[in-house]
């Protein structure tokens, strides 16, 4: 199984923060890594597939980088609407496995 | 406009057998391409991808849940079925369908709750 770690756990900020959450795939991914936003009690909301493509309606404050096995999920200007938890998930191969999750909080 | 919506009992007692449906509209999983999934979360934890089938009938499970899960559709229904035996109380979680594309998940469903206690 191809393990997905994310750093950090947690992360504090401020808004109109910049934020920047790592994922590190225990072996190449190519660029099959997704983001995930998810609020308290809420389902996960897809914001990034293809390692850097924006899902459709998903806010350009949000961007993907990387390739291969590091990855990153940056917030350009953090928002009140952005203090949630992000997970990662890799989709090159089975079984499909994500990270632990980084929680953004108000500072 | 994609929606997902999961169904099933809230509360089943250990050894017993989970069934969960998804019924879902606005796309068809007779379509190429098209895929629906079976993800869960415990309380406070993260999450976990159970199961895939493809349009095609094409099945993939997690290795550490395969001999306990079986994943079905049913096309004219609009639904994919998942069943998950010899349920045990480290099953609580919520589970959640969504629309794969294929193996990540654009669409989910709104996720229900499952309890495993006596």
Redesign the interface.
């Known amino acids: 199984?191809i393990q997905m770690t994310q750093s950090p756990s947690s992360v504090s900020a401020s808004i109109g923060d910049r934020v920047t959450i790592t994922c590190r795939a225990s072996q190449g991914i190519n660029n099959?890594l997704?983001w995930?936003q998810q609020k308290p009690g809420?389902?996960?909301?897809?914001l990034i597939?293809g390692a850097s493509s924006l899902?459709s309606g998903v806010p350009s404050r949000f961007s993907g980088s990387g390739s291969g096995t590091d990855f990153t999920l940056t917030i350009s200007s953090l928002q009140p609407e952005d203090f949630a938890t992000y997970?990662c998930?890799q989709?090159n191969s089975?079984?499909?496995?994500?990270?632990?999750?980084t929680k953004v909080e108000i500072k | 406009q994609i929606t997902l919506k999961e169904s099933g009992p809230t509360l089943v007692k250990p050894t017993q057998t989970l069934t969960l449906t998804c019924t879902f509209s606005g796309f068809s999983l007779s379509i190429s391409g098209v895929t629906v999934?079976w993800i869960r979360q415990p309380p406070g934890q993260?999450?976990?991808?159970l199961a895939?089938i493809y349009w095609n009938d094409d099945k993939?499970?997690?290795?550490?849940l395969k001999s306990r899960l079986t994943i079905t559709k049913d096309t004219s229904k609009n639904q994919v079925v998942l069943t998950m035996t010899n349920m045990d109380p480290v099953d609580t979680a919520t589970y959640?369908c969504a629309h794969g594309?294929p193996?990540?998940?654009?669409?989910?469903?709104?996720?229900t709750l499952v309890t495993v206690s006596s």
């Open positions: 199984d099959w997704t995930y809420k389902a996960p909301k897809l597939y899902h997970y998930q989709a089975f079984p499909l496995t994500f990270g632990g999750g | 999934g993260a999450l976990e991808w895939l993939r499970y997690s290795p550490s959640y594309n193996a990540h998940f654009d669409y989910w469903g709104q996720g």
